[in-house]
Nanobody, 122 residues
Framework: QVQLVESGGGLVQAGGSLRLSCAAS??????MGWFRQAPGKERELVSC????????YYADSVKGRFTISRANAKNTVYLQLNNLKPEDTAVYSC?????????????????WGQGTQVTVSS
């Protein structure tokens, strides 16, 4: 049974920071990533990272502000969110996939977490 448990969301003022964690169990995964979906908008890939951390993707909207990392010994992926903006408000979901290339499309991900709410006030 694969389970993804996310934590770290919350309410923060613009310019603040949060650190999201996603602990996976039941398997190991080449790509671990984070998506977000705001009300009325489609789900978008925020960032993803390969097994060894050598391949990383960031959406243009978060480059320079967010940092993804993973700790394979704990089967956990993190997303550090700095300099948060109101437009970052969304439900952030962890997703994982086993394809041996970096996953950058929704269809490539096999399992999804329930999501954690990030709300940024202005």
């Amino acid at each position: 049974q694969v389970q993804l448990v996310e934590s770290g969301g919350g309410l923060v003022q613009a310019g603040g920071s949060l650190r999201l964690s996603c602990a996976a169990s039941g398997g190991t995964f080449y790509t671990m990533g984070w998506f977000r979906q705001a009300p009325g908008k489609e789900r978008e890939l925020v960032s993803c990272i390969s097994w060894g951390g050598g391949s990383i993707y960031y959406a243009d909207s978060v480059k320079g502000r967010f940092t993804i990392s993973r700790a394979n010994a704990k089967n956990t992926v993190y997303l550090q969110l700095n300099n948060l903006k109101p437009e970052d408000t969304a439900v952030y979901s962890c997703a994982v996939g086993s394809r041996s290339i970096l996953h950058y499309t929704i269809q490539d991900y096999d399992y999804w977490g329930q999501g954690t709410q990030v709300t940024v006030s202005s």
